[in-house]
């Protein structure tokens, strides 16, 4: 069982980490309307789609591709939300049994809840971290989802007030603490390098796709590995 | 396909692979090559979209005020600046910058 301390520190990070990317969702929000979604098609991204990695790279498709661009934009935010599907396998044991309970669990699986589940040690705390972090965001992001549309929509030009360089900061802030090793490094520059090459090449949302092929030829070869695993798979 | 259509279709998909995930059994996990190449997909995904949002333009690579702002991110970054203040700092960037008239 989780000591008293241990609880408390788990719901310590998940109000911590729960605040930071609610409050981001005012971004969100606006960037959508910006993109020419009305204020529910905003909203309805956060409450169904719920996945800000996959939110903002369908609203960057929609920005400048348009409908015409919809299949690219679908197919990047959903590539991006495979990484959820991951945590899922991750947090199933944490979460333990029941189908609805499972359920809910499985529409707060994002970066967050698992990273605040997964850094506490006993299962108690983490139990406690993941659905803490999972609700505290769900609220924060959708109010200020709505909030941040309402705004949008009354602002106008949200260039005027940054809001469109806010989105690659928030991309590099989730690729940023994925970046310690050579082969996550090397995978993030390849990939980079072939989406500025293709960008002026292919319609939108086709170099995002195309870049992740990068992540492919270096997982299954696994070139740039750590030398450890390398020296251990030769022996 | 409208606006709608295409919302609607992407929502379900992403909320789908998340509860599909509590169906497969975590033992899936411990095959290194899998877990290792749907790691790298997100890594590069992301990367791709950082060049994207800070030099796309349509099809096409312009050079604005959007970059002067990742750079400010990325030194905030790397100086381990909470997230919601580095994302302030860099649209503080882009909308001072062009407040001056560049970009």
Redesign the interface.
Known sequence: MATEMERRSAWRASWAVGLAVSAYGVSFGALAVASGLDIWQACVLSLVMFSGGSQFAIIGVLATGGVAAGPAAIAGATLLGLRNGLYAIRVSPIIGPGWAKRLLAGHFTIDESTAVATAQSSLGAQRLGFWATGAIIYVGWNLMTLLGAILGDLLGDVRQFGLDAAAGAAFLGLVWPRLRARQPIAVAVGAAVVAVVLLPVLPQGFPVLIAALVAVVVGVSNMFAPRERVRGSLR | ???????????????G??????L?P?R??EAP?A???????????????????????????VVD??LA??GV??AL?ALRV???L???A???????L?ALGWG
């Open positions: 396909m409208t606006l709608w259509q295409i919302i609607l279709l992407a929502s379900v998909l992403v909320l692979i998340k509860v599909l995930g509590y497969v975590p899936v996990l090559r877990a290792r190449t749907a790691e790298l997909t997100t890594v590069a995904l992301l990367s791709a979209l950082v060049v994207v949002q800070t030099v796309g333009d349509g099809q096409g690579v005020a959007r702002a990742l991110a990325a970054f909470p997230f919601i580095v994302i302030v860099a649209a503080a960037t882009a909308a001072g062009r």
